[in-house]
């Protein structure tokens, strides 16, 4: 059983920049891909971003893509995702999760991962 414990959510004016830590704990494999994903108010989750269980991939919603930075995975028992150049639009409930996804076109999908975090909220005011 993996533990998945996000922090680093808060808020922040438009412009403004946070990073988000998901300490990842239990379980046998480090061969998990590790996602994060954000729920607005009124809407459903969605994906951000994702990287491969060995460091070496990545993959950006397009919404995010060139602001975001996702880091760690593998080895590492801790994923962050650096956020710059927010907008009001990230507002939202960031989650991390963990999978053994077995194909890249699954790692946008909720379904495709096994564990998830708590969440932790983002709020950027404009």
């Known amino acids: 059983q993996v533990q998945l414990i996000e922090s680093g959510g808060g808020s922040v004016q438009a412009g403004g920049s946070l990073r988000l830590s998901c300490a990842a704990s239990?379980?046998?494999?480090?061969?998990?891909?590790m996602g994060w994903f954000r729920q607005a108010p009124g809407k459903e989750r969605e994906f951000v971003a994702v990287?491969?269980?060995?460091?070496?991939?990545?993959y950006y919603a397009d919404s995010v893509e060139g602001r975001f930075t996702v880091s760690g995975g593998g080895a590492k028992n801790t994923v962050v995702l650096q956020m710059n150049s927010l907008n009001p639009e990230d507002t939202a409930v960031y989650y991390c999760a963990a999978g053994l996804v077995p194909r890249n076109d699954l790692l946008v999908m909720e379904r495709a991962y096994d564990y998830w975090g708590q969440g932790t909220q983002v709020t950027v005011s404009s």
């Open positions: 990287i491969w269980w060995t460091g070496g991939g990545r």
């Open positions: 239990g379980g046998t494999s480090t061969r998990y891909d």
